[in-house]
């Protein structure tokens, strides 16, 4: 036990960093994620083969050594679909979960500090509104107002999350403004806005990661829901989801057109989850080591 | 085995053939509910059905239609020459919402001589006449009937309307009472599949005996390896183009067109979108019409024609444009494989996929807001079509009105013929759309399964002759 | 109580009538003519007057919407546009389907999330969490129709127990017709059921380190009888909150599903309508929807009251 | 052989040594008492003698009940010991409880986890339970909720819980802290009569010297870590080698210094306020019933001044603070600080708010367990705007110093204290502003009475600085006594009697007063000397 105790009371940023460090979860979690957004970065300078090109006669070829993920109904390299279509897709879902989460939480938290008002009525039967439309009523709709792109399928998308955080995020408020610290930061004249965001968030944020990663899935693969429809990313441009969709009437005879998309999909998930796992651990007071 | 199941991709909306252009309609009614004076054959000849046989007048204005006898609406009422006057008046009156109304507009008048007999005067002559009365639109119906016609249709034909689950199957049963050769199956029913990979699992589960219109052609080869399943491979109407608004820059430019038609590689279509299926086309006829004149040597692919063609027209490369698509796979399949093209020559085809409303709205319809669009034209003898200088593709050519004119009212075969050549020529010369391919149809059915069309001349599932092999 | 549930009664008319305006100013703007999509490309202009006098759709739009939501009042949703059917029937039909799938999938929703979400919180870190949480993630992360197809490859085409989609009805009775269910059930239960199990793992691990679960060890309950009897209630508020919202979402959300298994479901027929634009039957489905999604939450928050007494007060 | 015999335990949490070499022994039908410093490891060693510990916890040495090793016993093994064999009593009733759950089901969880027997049975006995710890079902539903009972019930609750299967070991962590005198001597009864007739054994942590001279046999002084004397309750006190014992007991008697001046004007003004709670209806329909917590209590606080609160557990008082802080609105009456009224229209006035703080009852409870204790403490600051960060980093060391704590507990979160520990950084919290009115709940019950003594001083010394007013809320006589000017006695939600502190001690008048003075525990006149 030769480490100093650092004797100010400020916790010290290493402590932070090494217990990061000793987190399985999140330096597996963070180096999958990595992976992802490499090579979706990569893909803005070198692919393999340029995606935009067909070879027709060079269709369905399961993986070989010049196309080591293989080709697609098109003669397309799946590896190059697969580098560029991660932009789409990781950007489509990191946006609209985000836009969930900075809408939908706020209101979640509101409607929970005015809980029976007519406040908390408003914002959570116009969160059910929202949620009532299918979003592919939505995507329809926002298409036929704006066209169809990938900045419409982020927002559609995100406009399905916000009820979804402001419900999950409202539930676990609820009980918390029953705790005993919250009087003590009502003492402290705090108001509900602060109460809810000082010492309300913290607590919920386990919740929200949950959440957040489980929506992150299903926002990849809502994108491909909407590219079906018109709404999302237009082709050539290629998308995880897009290419599953497309891969669908293919997979009794040729399944690699799916796997390789739905594994990227599942890695990159998975992830984010042990990430959401490994920051939760991290944030969690009581599993922290003691301070070394 | 008496029974048969089929399963369809479009479950139509209603069952009214008559007021509506859902062609699922007439999939499943067509010929086996409702009948016309004359209908469709399996090759696309017209011939009698409710009407035995008839006479035209020397003029070519009078025609007058024999009616058969002893045929009865499945409401157990005679069908008589009445019934005739009400269905045509019908169609042609001024609240008609017959889809294909322009069928009807050449009638003059409609009178019942009596009651076998119809009069039909025309205002002028029309070579066709017997073609648009097998129309599905232009089936008899019974006027006691026509208040309930939309849920519960009553025809005369060899199979009566038995039950519908909205959403699921329609079961069409047996008509005892038939006029003519009674039906050989029991019963039938149509399920409605929209999903491809659906369609493949039903199929291969034996859910359903025959899949007509097979929407997934990439999973035929299987289909075709197992001796459980015939696929049969025929044609339809449908000339699939790649549609050029020749209204507005800068495909009002022939250089341009031209050099779409020489960038566009139709084999590679044929094989990326169909799978190998489909016939090339050079223009906007049937290549299975016996007067199609074969012209795809014209739009032959050919990048640098292409380029050179592009450079001719003066367009500033990279050219930027629209490709609006239609929800149906063969659009969306079809166009990602032509914007990759274009590409190569130098055309940046911007795709935008579209819902069929949206398509019809601002493509089809009203604004003709688009630059390229892919659709498959599937009505019969449609190069009529495109003479109108307001219809979506803006083909404005004055010489080529006048050869369609000239087609509508010759009836001598020889002339006809020739007439069809011109225009057909016409169309290819100007570039008027990028030609792609005759949609093919393919029906998958179990083995033993017989007298199927093969073909689809019209939109129809004719089931007055199909039976068991067994 | 009895205010409570008048309160209530009336917050719900004004949320339904707000809807129902919202609901109608964004259906009715979307572009695209129902007449013109039922008349198909040969259609001629007069016909389609023709046809949008006969469907109502020449009225102005607050006189449509009037009729609408007086029919509504009077239960009368009106009459397809494309179907020619009164929307009610369509809607009853396809809710014949709708609603008992999504209680079937919900009820295997619960009967899987719970003991997984249960069992991996109560052994956290050990191999059986990280091997069920590694699970669940590939529940959320597989699309529905892949499995969907899976399930139809293996048990209709291989093995033949199951049919490999369409509604036998409940005509045909109740087993026929809870079998043509199972597959598609499963299929939608199997990413809810994996949402549902980690927000149940994480919630029970947030309860886990209260001061009463110690309390209750040292009664001497174990682990898992302290698990059960004192940290799951405590948890369940943000699981209610995830099963109130999956339901809504199945009543209609199982677009793809119904499609892979060709159900008539009530999400085939919102897909359908919408692409026919007849709107008045979106509209109206959408109307219900939001109906049912208030109800179920408010059932949600008394479920929230049942559990948590501190929530009753107010 | 010994009922529990605990051999050199030694106890690390993730690394830090927390118990070194603690030996303790305890026989059958005895009473051991240990008392120490706050923070010394006493609740750690009851949890360890639980198997209890919280994560990271790594015990060495043995601790043998019946000759049997704990330590080594397996989970499932615990698990019919826990409850059944050793009962405990947590030192923080507030979150001890599953806040879900009826008190009656509770209880009754401890008997139907060891026997089976039908609920009904198990459900009497329960009751019956809550009886002997002082909470009678007919005065308390055992369908009641935590939350709808006062800090002292809860106890009552936890003390019936641990008892109710009479177990052969009883650890009383701290088990009377929130009870008033009389309670307490009722409940100190009922344990002795468990010990004495039933030969249970009781390990009894306490800070109250009087309480453990009158019940133990046996007394263990702990101080950090280590058990620093051991020894027969009637010769340790008088007999007390260790320095640290000595100073412990000296300062038992230890009387701040207080000078502050008592201002006439008066600061807090309360009259006439009525506090009810809800119950919830029988049927869903039928009406509300209601308990009236506060019925109509008047009184002023005056500026500079210290006023005791004392009276019965459940009478109130928790309440009272909480309306005279502008937490909950008052059914009628009205209260004002200063002149200005704590709410305004339905809203708390953020004006006067700010002169006030308060130390809650449950400390545990009050502080959020996400934040580090730097930021809690700091929380405060949020009244006085524009306090620069070093100001506050330089306030927030000082005052954990200042209540015994080091500036590097700053860096701590709550759960790594002791209940002692959390009060004072409570204390702490509550001091940082330098308000004009303190509201203190029970603010010293969970400290030693060293550090209790070098509180008071701290309270004494600020008022006499700052003119800080007090309203001290304890049960504990000797502290009210030696830190207040008057006192307000309280029975029933009412005021019974009110005057200067001496006098009202001396001689009390009212029977209930009266009451309370003579069950007050003293040490034995010959150690308090
Ligand atoms: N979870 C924990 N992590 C780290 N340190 C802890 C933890 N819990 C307690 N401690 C430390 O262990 C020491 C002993 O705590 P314990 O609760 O046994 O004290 P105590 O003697 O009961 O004091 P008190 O009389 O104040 O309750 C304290 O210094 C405390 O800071
Ligand atoms: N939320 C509630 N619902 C119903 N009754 C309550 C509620 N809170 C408190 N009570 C009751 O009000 C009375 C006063 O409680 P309070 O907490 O003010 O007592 P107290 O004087 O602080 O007691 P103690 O000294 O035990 O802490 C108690 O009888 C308690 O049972
Ligand atoms: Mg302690
Ligand atoms: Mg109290």
Redesign the interface.
């Known amino acids: 036990m030769s480490h100093s105790q650092t004797e100010t009371g400020a916790p010290t940023e290493q402590g932070t960093l090494a217990a990061a460090l000793r987190n399985r979860n999140l330096i597996l979690g963070g180096l999958l994620t990595l992976v992802f957004l490499g090579a979706a970065l990569i893909s803005f300078v070198w692919v393999p083969y340029d995606v935009t090109q067909m070879a027709i006669a060079n269709k369905i070829k399961p993986p070989y050594a010049e196309h080591l993920l293989g080709t697609d109904h098109y003669g397309r390299d799946i590896l190059s679909m697969l580098m560029v279509g991660a932009r789409t897709s990781i950007a489509v879902a990191v946006l609209a979960v985000g836009i969930g989460m900075v809408i939908g939480v706020p209101l979640g938290l509101w409607a929970a500090a005015k809980r029976g008002s007519l406040l908390d009525e408003v914002i959570m039967r116009g969160n059910d509104l929202v949620f009532a439309f299918p979003s592919l009523v939505i995507a329809v709709m926002i298409t036929a107002a704006f066209g169809p792109s990938a900045t419409n399928a982020i927002v559609a998308i995100g406009i399905f999350n916000i009820p979804v955080f402001a419900r999950i995020t409202r539930s676990g408020a609820l009980t918390l403004w029953n705790r005993d610290f919250i009087l003590a930061a009502r003492v402290a004249g705090k108001g509900s806005a602060r109460i809810s965001f000082e010492h309300i968030l913290p607590n919920v944020l386990n919740l929200l990661i949950v959440q957040g990663t489980i929506q992150f899935s299903l926002g990849i693969l809502a994108e491909a829901g909407l590219s079906y429809v018109g709404l999302g990313a237009q082709p050539p441009t290629p998308s995880w989801g897009r290419m599953l969709a497309d891969s669908q009437t293919f997979i009794s005879f040729a399944p690699h057109m799916a796997l390789f998309p739905g594994l990227a999909i599942l890695l990159t998930v998975l992830g984010l989850n042990l990430m959401g796992d490994g920051l939760r651990d991290l944030f969690d007071p009581k599993l922290r080591r003691g301070r070394t | 085995q008496d029974s048969l199941t089929l399963g369809l991709q479009l479950e139509p909306p209603h069952m009214d053939p008559t007021s509506a252009a859902a062609g699922a309609i007439d999939q499943v009614v067509y010929a086996n509910v409702f009948e016309g004076l004359t209908r469709f054959g399996p090759d696309g000849s017209v011939n009698p059905s409710l009407a035995r046989s008839w006479d035209i007048s020397e003029d070519g204005l009078t025609y007058t239609f024999h009616l058969v006898e002893g045929a009865k609406f499945h409401d157990g009422t005679d069908f008589e020459a009445t019934d005739v006057v009400f269905s045509l008046d019908r169609a042609r009156a001024e609240d008609s919402v017959n889809a294909q109304k322009s069928l009807f507009a050449g009638i003059e008048s409609v009178e019942a001589l009596d009651p076998a007999t119809v009069q039909v005067t025309l205002s002028a002559p029309d070579g066709m006449f017997l073609f648009k009365m097998a129309w599905g639109d232009a089936v008899m119906v019974a006027p006691e009937s026509i208040e309930t016609i939309t849920t519960n249709p009553v025809g005369t034909g060899a199979f009566t309307f038995g039950n519908w689950v909205q959403g699921d199957s329609i079961t069409l049963q047996k008509n005892p009472d038939y006029w003519g050769e009674p039906a050989m199956l029991d019963s039938a029913t149509f399920k409605f599949i929209s999903d491809p990979t659906a369609a493949f699992a039903a199929m291969m589960a034996g859910d359903v005996d025959v899949f007509v219109a097979f929407p997934a052609p990439e999973n035929l080869p299987q289909f075709d390896a197992d001796p459980r399943y015939n696929v049969l491979i025929g044609n339809t109407e449908g000339e699939t183009i790649v549609a050029m608004n020749n209204a507005r820059p800068p495909f009002d430019n022939k250089l341009v067109r031209e050099a779409v038609a020489h960038a566009i590689n139709r084999q590679d279509i044929i094989d990326g979108a169909m799978f190998g299926y489909g016939t090339p086309i050079g223009t906007f006829f049937a290549p299975h019409n016996p007067d199609y004149v074969d012209l795809t040597e014209m739009s032959a692919y050919d990048p640098e024609a292409a380029k050179a063609l592009l450079e001719e027209a003066g367009v500033e490369l990279p050219l930027s444009v629209k490709m609006t698509l239609p929800p149906t796979s063969y659009a969306r399949r079809g166009g990602e494989i032509v914007a990759a093209q274009l590409r190569e020559v130098g055309i940046v085809a911007q795709i935008e996929n579209v819902e069929w409303a949206q398509w019809l709205e601002n493509t089809f319809r009203n604004a003709h807001d688009y630059d390229l669009t892919i659709i498959s034209h599937t009505e019969p003898m449609d190069i009529a079509s495109l003479a109108d200088p307001d219809y979506y593709t803006g083909y404005d050519n004055p010489a080529f009105r006048e050869v369609i004119d000239q087609i509508a009212v010759e009836s001598d075969p020889e002339v006809r013929s020739d007439l069809l050549g011109q225009a057909q020529t016409m169309l290819a010369e100007d570039y008027v759309a990028g030609f792609l391919f005759e949609l093919p149809l393919h029906t998958v059915a179990k083995t033993g399964v017989e007298g199927l069309w093969i073909n689809m001349p019209t939109q129809a599932t004719d089931l007055t002759g199909v039976y068991w092999d067994n | 109580m009895l205010r409570f549930t008048l309160t209530r009664l009336l917050s719900l008319c004004l949320s339904l009538a707000v809807a129902s305006v919202v609901i109608f100013a964004a259906i009715e703007v979307l572009p695209g003519d129902p007449a013109s999509i039922m008349l198909g490309v040969n259609a001629q202009p007069d016909t389609l007057a023709a046809l949008r006098a006969e469907l109502g759709l020449d009225q102005p739009m607050a006189a449509r919407y009037l009729d609408w939501i007086g029919g509504l009042l009077r239960g009368d949703f009106g009459i397809s546009y494309t179907y020619r059917t009164p929307v009610v029937e369509m809607i009853g039909d396809r809710l014949a389907v709708s609603l008992p799938l999504a209680l079937f999938s919900l009820a295997l929703t619960i009967v899987i999330a719970f003991p997984v979400g249960i069992w991996a919180a109560a052994r956290r870190g050990s191999v059986a969490d990280v091997a069920i949480m590694g699970l669940t993630q590939l529940g959320v992360a597989i699309p529905n129709f892949w499995f969907a197809m899976l399930m139809v490859l293996v048990f209709a085409i291989n093995l033949q127990w199951f049919s490999a989609g369409g509604f036998a009805g409940w005509d045909a009775g109740l087993f026929p017709a809870l079998k043509s269910l199972t597959l598609p059930a499963i299929a939608l239960a199997l990413p809810q059921a994996s949402i549902l199990a980690r927000v149940m793992r994480s919630a029970l691990l947030d309860t886990l380190s209260e001061d009463f679960i110690r309390t209750a060890r040292a009664k001497g309950l174990s682990r898992r009888e302290a698990l059960w009897r004192h940290a799951l209630r405590n948890a369940l508020i943000p699981v209610l909150t995830i099963i109130g919202m999956q339901f809504s979402f199945l009543l209609a959300g199982g677009i793809i599903i119904e499609n892979v298994f060709y159900l008539p479901g009530l999400g085939r027929l919102i897909f359908q309508a919408i692409s026919a634009r007849d709107l008045i039957v979106v509209e109206s489905v959408v109307m219900l929807l939001v109906f049912a999604v208030i109800v179920v939450n408010f059932l949600v928050e008394l479920a929230y009251a049942a559990v948590d007494p501190r929530l009753r007060a107010r | 052989m010994n009922l529990l015999d605990i051999r050199n335990l030694s106890l690390a ?4 040594p927390i118990l070194h070499d603690v030996s303790l022994t305890l026989e059958a039908g005895r009473i051991l008492g240990v008392i120490g410093e706050s923070g010394s490891g006493k609740s750690m060693t009851a949890f360890s003698t ?1 198997q ?1 510990l ?3 916890a790594e015990p060495t040495g043995q601790i043998l009940l019946d000759g049997q090793d704990i330590l080594t016993r397996t ?2 093994d615990m ?6 064999e050793i ?2 009593v ?1 030192q ?1 009733p ?8 009826r008190i009656g089901d509770q209880v009754a ?2 008997i139907t ?2 026997e089976r027997v039908p609920r009904r049975t198990a459900m009497e006995r329960a009751a019956e339970a809550l009886r002997r710890a002082e909470l009678p079902p007919e005065k308390f539903p055992m369908s009641r ?1 935590p ?1 709808e009972l006062s800090g002292g019930q809860r106890q009552r609750v ?1 003390i019936a ?2 008892i109710a299967l009479r177990p052969r070991l009883l650890i009383a962590d701290e088990p009377t802290t929130a009870l008033d005198v009389t309670t307490q001597a009722q409940i100190l009864a009922l344990l002795k009569k468990l010990v004495r007739e039933e030969g249970m054994g009781l390990m009894m942590i306490s800070h109250d010297l009087a309480v453990v001279a009158d019940m133990a046999d046996e007394i263990a002084i702990m101080q950090k870590g280590r058990v620093v004397e051991t020894g027969p309750a009637e010769t340790l006190f008088r007999e007390m080698q260790h320095p640290y014992s000595k100073a412990l007991l000296a300062a038992s008697t230890h009387a701040p210094e207080r000078g502050a001046e008592v201002a006439e004007t008066p600061l807090l003004e309360v009259r006439k306020v009525r506090r009810s709670y ?1 119950l ?2 029988k049927t ?3 009406a509300r019933r209601e308990i009236e917590a506060v019925k109509g209590v008047s009184f002023t606080l005056k500026r500079g001044e210290s006023l005791g609160l004392v009276g019965e557990s459940g009478c109130g008082k928790s309440t009272l603070t ?1 309306a005279i ?1 502008g ?1 909950e609105e008052v059914q009628s009456g009205e209260i004002a600080l200063a002149g200005a009224p704590v709410f305004t229209g339905h809203k ?1 006035n ?1 004006e006067v ?2 002169k ?3 130390v ?1 009852q ?1 400390p ?11 930021r809690l403490v700091a ?5 006085l705007p524009d306090t620069p960060r070093a100001e506050r ?1 330089r306030a ?2 000082e005052a ?1 110093e200042a209540v015994g704590l ?8 709550i ?1 790594e204290f002791s209940g002692g520990q959390r009060q004072r950084i409570a204390i702490a ?1 509550a001091l940082i502003t330098r308000p004009e009115l303190i509201l203190l709940d029970e603010a010293v019950s969970a400290l030693d009475v060293q550090v209790r003594a070098q509180i008071l001083d701290l309270l004494a010394d600020l008022s006499d600085r700052f003119g800080l007013s007090y309203l001290f809320i304890s049960h504990d006589l000797s502290v009210v006594r030696s830190i207040t000017d008057r006192v307000l006695v309280m029975k029933s939600g009412e005021i019974v009697e009110e005057g200067p502190t001496e006098q009202v001690f001396d001689s009390p008048q009212h029977p209930y007063t009266q009451a309370l003075v003579a069950a007050a525990p003293v040490l034995p006149d010959d150690v308090a000397a």
Not at chain 4, 94 to 101: C, G, R, V, Y
Not at chain 4, 364 to 374: D, E, L
């Open positions: 949490i993730h690394g830090t639980m209890l919280p994560q990271g989970e499932r698990c019919s010991v826990r409850g059944r009962g405990m947590f923080e507030m979150t001890a409880l599953n806040p879900l759950k969880e401890t986890q060891h909720f939350h936890v819980m641990a809800a919830p209806a869903p329909f039928g909480r802080l937490l708390p953020p708010r700010r006030m703080q308060v809650f449950d545990y409870g009050s502080f959020n367990p996400r934040h580090r204790v730097a929380e405060p600051f949020h009244l980093d927030v060391a954990l080091s500036a590097a507990d700053g860096a701590k979160y759960h919290r």
